[in-house]
């Protein structure tokens, strides 16, 4: 017998996330998810470690349902072109197209951080 913790923690990412096999519930943990996303904001006693994880966590379930955001492939070519890439790789492709979501990601954290503290 063999433990295998990656494969059960796989099993349980498909289960909390997609609802199982079925994937019947998908479409709905994906709104909740979005939903969540939109409507988070730091604490106002919150730390900003204790934020960034929060955000950071719903960020990974977003990645493992599938949602991603700012996968503009113009942004994508305007930035390689800027960096002088013209004809690029699909590494570089696939490099530069999540760094455009980091990017994005980056601001909306900045923005849902308390301006205040």
Same mark, same amino acid.
């Given at each position: 017998?063999?433990? !295998?913790?990656? +494969?059960? *923690?796989?099993? %349980?990412? &498909?289960?909390?996330?997609t609802g199982g096999a079925n994937n019947k519930h998908i479409q709905?943990?994906?709104?909740?998810?979005?939903? @969540?996303?939109?409507?988070? =904001?730091?604490? &106002? *006693?919150?730390?900003?470690?204790? $934020?960034?994880d929060q955000y950071m966590a719903i960020r990974k379930v977003c990645?493992?349902?599938?949602?991603? $955001? +700012?996968?503009?492939?113009?942004?994508?070519?305007?930035? /390689?072109? #800027?960096? +002088?890439?013209?004809?690029?790789?699909?590494?570089? /492709? #696939? !490099?530069? %197209? #999540? #760094?455009?979501? !980091?990017?994005?990601?980056?601001?909306? $954290?900045? =923005? @849902?951080?308390?301006?205040?503290?």
């Open positions: 017998m063999t433990l !295998d913790s990656m +494969g059960l *923690l796989a099993l %349980i990412k &498909k289960l909390v996330y709905h943990n994906k709104a909740m998810t979005i939903m @969540k996303l939109m409507t988070l =904001y730091q604490d &106002k *006693l919150q730390e900003i470690q204790e $934020f960034r990645s493992e349902l599938g949602i991603s $955001f +700012g996968r503009c492939k113009d942004h994508t070519k305007a930035m /390689l072109t #800027k960096q +002088g890439i013209t004809e690029p790789t699909t590494a570089q /492709l #696939k !490099d530069t %197209i #999540k #760094k455009v979501e !980091d990017e994005l990601h980056a601001i909306i $954290f900045m =923005y @849902k951080t308390d301006r205040a503290r």
